[in-house]
């Protein structure tokens, strides 16, 4: 595998980059001097958040039965308050504890004064009537009751949920609409994962920032990154004990190349796909992933950055001074503390996806994402095979029983992410060579000028539903399609 490969799959191990020391230096006070200078009194160094995570709400007997409601609520972010969006008044929305065989139920309030819906991306489940429906449109001020069946072979691992109504998608997660769901077996009250979902917006005057045409193009990046809804927070930890970071990519367009040197981490999934524990200095989730990565307390206070990634731009020196890179940030910081609490960290899921490589394929197929000159949103148009999405058009249908090689290619001076929704896609190719193992993802990031390939089992499931780039501004601007199953 070749090192592009590598991080089209999200995680390069260690010594792929450099190892080096970056734990971070705390500035500390030298050897006490005694003056008589009247010294002003020394500004207070701003404290780093404490660790918060949002609400968590598990099934009981099979069933988790939600009111969830979404409407603008004050956050306070980085000591200011802000007038977002939130599920049940709290950004990010409440984490969703589910076992396979569960039954979500979920009874969806829309308190915003413009239309939306819920998907709960990754999740393998029914896409038809009020199950994971991207076509539903819950008018203001309107319930609508979502019935989730997982099914009994449900894989284990990390899944999110925001909103899906086309047109309006990044404007409601960039306010602030998202929440984690988690399926496994785990009992929570012995091992509990730590949820760290990463998220950007950018704030005016006490609200969420109005983006510009030209953002929206390139996909908007908040100025701002938080980890669950607060700014760097400080995660206590005792030194040499394992924590595990269930990390959800929740930005609208931001790639979050995050370096983990330091924390000893081993990745352990992407999304519903398992790897057996690999040492990594850092990973790269594209908007949509999400990772389950164990770290080890340092000894010395320890940063997880998100460092700029450049993911292209608009091509041919049009829109000039748009860029895709954002400034490094900090995610979160592990500060070593000896009484700080280690949940204790549960044993390592198996992958339990099947090696489509080894079964009889009933067809293949090139999808195109493309941008192109248009009378569009400020003169380029997001498109896949030549098309803007239409809810009423099928751009692919596919047999139930069938497994299907998908080649999706990327002819634009742009990185798209390509999100296939309740079919996961196992990963054969990437960028002309063959991928190692069975590397199983629902976001897949497609290079500018490259491709991907991947193999896809309609084994259930009849209905329509979408796949789109998760560049969320480039989806509503019309970069998606509908699939049908029959
Ligand atoms: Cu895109």
Same mark, same amino acid.
Request: net charge negative.
């Given at each position: 595998?070749?090192?592009?490969?590598?991080?089209?799959?999200?995680?390069? *191990?260690?010594?792929?980059?450099?190892?080096?020391?970056?734990?971070?230096?705390?500035?500390?006070?030298?050897?006490?001097t005694?003056? $008589?200078?009247?010294?002003?009194?020394?500004?207070?160094?701003?404290?780093?958040?404490?660790?918060h995570?949002?609400?968590?709400?598990?099934? /009981?007997?099979?069933? #988790?039965?939600?009111?969830?409601?979404?409407?603008?609520?004050?956050?306070?972010? %980085?000591?200011?308050?802000?007038?977002? #969006?939130?599920?049940?008044?709290?950004?990010?929305?409440p984490?969703?504890?589910?076992?396979?065989?569960?039954?979500?139920?979920?009874?969806?309030? +829309?308190?915003?004064?413009?239309?939306? +819906?819920? !998907?709960?991306?990754?999740?393998?489940?029914?896409?038809?009537?009020?199950?994971d429906?991207?076509?539903?449109?819950?008018?203001?001020?309107e319930?609508?009751?979502?019935?989730?069946?997982?099914?009994? $072979?449900h894989?284990?691992? /990390?899944?999110?949920?925001?909103?899906? !109504? !086309?047109?309006?998608?990044?404007?409601?997660?960039?306010?602030?609409?998202?929440?984690?769901?988690?399926?496994?077996?785990?009992?929570?009250?012995?091992?509990?994962?730590?949820?760290? /979902?990463?998220?950007?917006?950018?704030?005016?005057?006490g609200?969420?920032?109005?983006?510009?045409?030209?953002?929206?193009?390139?996909?908007?990046? *908040?100025?701002?990154?938080?980890?669950?809804?607060?700014?760097?927070?400080?995660?206590?930890a005792?030194?040499?004990?394992?924590?595990?970071?269930?990390?959800? +990519?929740?930005?609208?367009?931001?790639?979050?190349? #995050?370096?983990?040197?330091?924390? *000893?981490?081993?990745?352990?999934?992407?999304?519903?796909?398992?790897?057996?524990?690999?040492?990594?200095?850092?990973?790269?989730?594209?908007?949509?992933?999400?990772?389950?990565?164990?770290?080890?307390?340092?000894?010395?206070?320890?940063?997880?950055?998100?460092?700029?990634?450049?993911?292209g731009?608009?091509?041919?020196?049009?829109?000039?001074?748009?860029?895709?890179?954002a400034?490094?940030?900090?995610? #979160?910081?592990?500060?070593?503390?000896?009484?700080?609490?280690?949940?204790?960290?549960?044993?390592a899921?198996?992958?339990?996806?099947?090696?489509?490589?080894?079964?009889?394929?009933? @067809?293949?197929?090139?999808?195109?994402?493309?941008?192109?000159?248009?009378?569009?949103? *400020?003169g380029?148009?997001?498109?896949? %095979?030549?098309?803007?999405?239409?809810?009423?058009?099928?751009?692919?249908?596919?047999?139930?029983?069938?497994?299907?090689?998908w080649?999706?290619?990327?002819?634009?001076?742009? $990185?798209?992410?390509?999100?296939?929704?309740?079919?996961?896609?196992?990963?054969?190719?990437?960028?002309?060579?063959?991928?190692?193992?069975?590397?199983?993802?629902d976001?897949?990031?497609?290079?500018?000028? @490259?491709s991907?390939?991947?193999?896809?089992?309609? %084994?259930?499931?009849?209905?329509?539903?979408?796949?789109?780039?998760?560049?969320? %501004?480039?989806?509503?601007?019309g970069?998606?399609?509908?699939?049908?199953?029959?």
């Amino acid at each position: 595998m070749t090192r592009r490969q590598v991080l089209a799959l999200g995680v390069v *191990g260690v010594g792929a980059v450099a190892v080096g020391g970056t734990a971070l230096v705390v500035a500390g006070r030298g050897p006490e001097t005694t003056t $008589d200078a009247p010294w002003p009194a020394a500004p207070t160094p701003p404290r780093a958040p404490g660790w918060h995570e949002p609400e968590v709400v598990e099934s /009981v007997a099979g069933v #988790l039965d939600l009111d969830l409601e979404l409407a603008p609520a004050d956050v306070v972010i %980085d000591g200011t308050t802000v007038r977002m #969006l939130a599920y049940n008044g709290t950004v990010p929305g409440p984490t969703l504890h589910l076992r396979p065989g569960d039954l979500l139920r979920v009874r969806l309030r +829309n308190g915003l004064d413009e239309p939306t +819906n819920l !998907h709960t991306h990754g999740l393998v489940v029914s896409a038809a009537v009020n199950s994971d429906n991207p076509f539903l449109r819950i008018a203001p001020g309107e319930t609508f009751d979502y019935e989730i069946a997982l099914p009994d $072979d449900h894989p284990a691992g /990390v899944y999110w949920y925001h909103p899906h !109504h !086309h047109g309006m998608v990044t404007d409601q997660l960039f306010a602030g609409l998202y929440g984690t769901i988690v399926v496994d077996d785990e009992d929570w009250a012995e091992a509990a994962p730590r949820i760290v /979902v990463v998220s950007d917006t950018t704030t005016a005057s006490g609200t969420v920032a109005a983006v510009s045409q030209a953002e929206r193009m390139l996909g908007r990046t *908040g100025e701002t990154l938080l980890t669950n809804g607060v700014v760097a927070p400080e995660l206590a930890a005792p030194p040499g004990e394992d924590q595990r970071l269930l990390i959800v +990519n929740a930005c609208a367009s931001r790639y979050l190349d #995050l370096r983990l040197d330091g924390l *000893g981490a081993r990745v352990r999934g992407i999304d519903s796909g398992h790897v057996a524990e690999m040492a990594v200095d850092r990973v790269l989730l594209v908007p949509g992933n999400r990772a389950d990565v164990v770290v080890t307390a340092a000894n010395t206070p320890t940063g997880v950055t998100a460092v700029g990634y450049d993911r292209g731009g608009m091509g041919m020196g049009m829109m000039s001074g748009g860029s895709t890179v954002a400034p490094d940030a900090l995610v #979160l910081t592990v500060v070593p503390d000896a009484a700080a609490s280690a949940p204790s960290v549960a044993a390592a899921t198996p992958e339990t996806h099947p090696d489509l490589r080894d079964v009889a394929l009933h @067809g293949t197929r090139t999808l195109t994402m493309q941008m192109g000159m248009g009378m569009g949103a *400020g003169g380029m148009r997001f498109l896949i %095979d030549g098309r803007e999405f239409d809810a009423e058009r099928v751009d692919q249908q596919v047999r139930i029983g069938t497994v299907e090689e998908w080649t999706i290619e990327n002819t634009s001076p742009m $990185d798209h992410p390509f999100h296939l929704h309740i079919w996961p896609m196992q990963v054969v190719r990437a960028t002309g060579g063959e991928v190692d193992g069975v590397a199983v993802r629902d976001v897949v990031d497609v290079p500018a000028g @490259g491709s991907v390939t991947v193999r896809i089992a309609f %084994d259930r499931f009849p209905g329509r539903t979408v796949y789109h780039c998760h560049i969320l %501004d480039h989806e509503d601007l019309g970069m998606m399609g509908v699939i049908e199953a029959s």
